[in-house]
């Protein structure tokens, strides 16, 4: 179970291979893994549901590997477990699926830089309430406060996507 915990936590080890802070190597797999998958379904209304969908499963695995991953590691919020990132990123497109039209490869890629850079800012910067998050005890609160930041982040690139 701990080497399942790790793949999950490190997003299939990237989170220890690649040579960009843990949050890149979680955040942009994670977008671009997003991107693929959102031009392969039919409509905005699956989009939709299959980013939600997908954003409560991976948070809770991830609640589980993240925890395992720490303990494992004897650390409180390993660099490498970046499993959070991608429930921050996911989370991060979730509303501009009910903004974005027409919804093509270009539009969705736009949205999908726009907000890979927002979610980065806001979890990098930790607005309040987002660093008071990380005070929960374990894979909570390595997972709760990119949820946090993802809010902040999906906001902007709502308001965005909605004067544009």
Same mark, same amino acid.
């Given at each position: 179970?701990?080497?399942? !915990?790790?793949?999950?936590?490190?997003?299939?080890?990237?989170? =220890?291979?690649? @040579?960009?802070? +843990? $949050?890149? !190597?979680?955040?942009? @797999?994670?977008?671009?893994?997003?991107?693929?998958?959102?031009?392969?379904?039919? #409509?905005? #209304?699956?989009?939709?549901? !299959?980013?939600?969908?997908?954003?409560?499963?991976?948070?809770?695995?991830?609640?589980?590997?993240?925890? $395992?991953?720490?303990?494992?590691?004897?650390?409180? %919020?390993?660099?490498?477990?970046?499993? =959070?990132?991608?429930?921050?990123?996911?989370? $991060?497109?979730? @509303?501009?699926?009910?903004?974005?039209?027409?919804?093509?490869?270009?539009?969705?890629?736009?949205?999908?830089? *726009?907000?890979?850079?927002?979610?980065?800012?806001? %979890?990098?910067?930790?607005?309040?309430?987002?660093?008071?998050?990380?005070?929960?005890?374990? +894979?909570?609160?390595?997972?709760?406060?990119?949820?946090?930041? *993802?809010?902040? !982040?999906?906001?902007?690139?709502?308001?965005?996507?909605?004067?544009?």
């Amino acid at each position: 179970m701990e080497r399942i !915990a790790f793949h999950i936590a490190t997003v299939l080890g990237l989170g =220890d291979k690649l @040579p960009a802070p +843990g $949050t890149t !190597a979680g955040s942009l @797999p994670a977008i671009v893994g997003w991107w693929m998958a959102m031009l392969f379904l039919p #409509s905005a #209304s699956a989009r939709l549901a !299959a980013t939600l969908v997908g954003s409560v499963v991976v948070f809770g695995v991830g609640i589980w590997a993240s925890q $395992t991953e720490s303990t494992r590691r004897g650390k409180v %919020d390993p660099g490498p477990v970046v499993i =959070d990132e991608v429930v921050g990123q996911w989370l $991060t497109m979730a @509303p501009s699926l009910l903004l974005l039209e027409p919804q093509s490869s270009l539009s969705l890629g736009l949205a999908a830089i *726009a907000g890979f850079f927002l979610f980065r800012l806001f %979890d990098v910067w930790k607005p309040w309430p987002v660093r008071r998050f990380e005070a929960l005890p374990g +894979g909570i609160g390595i997972m709760a406060d990119d949820v946090a930041a *993802a809010v902040y !982040a999906a906001a902007v690139l709502s308001l965005a996507l909605f004067l544009l």
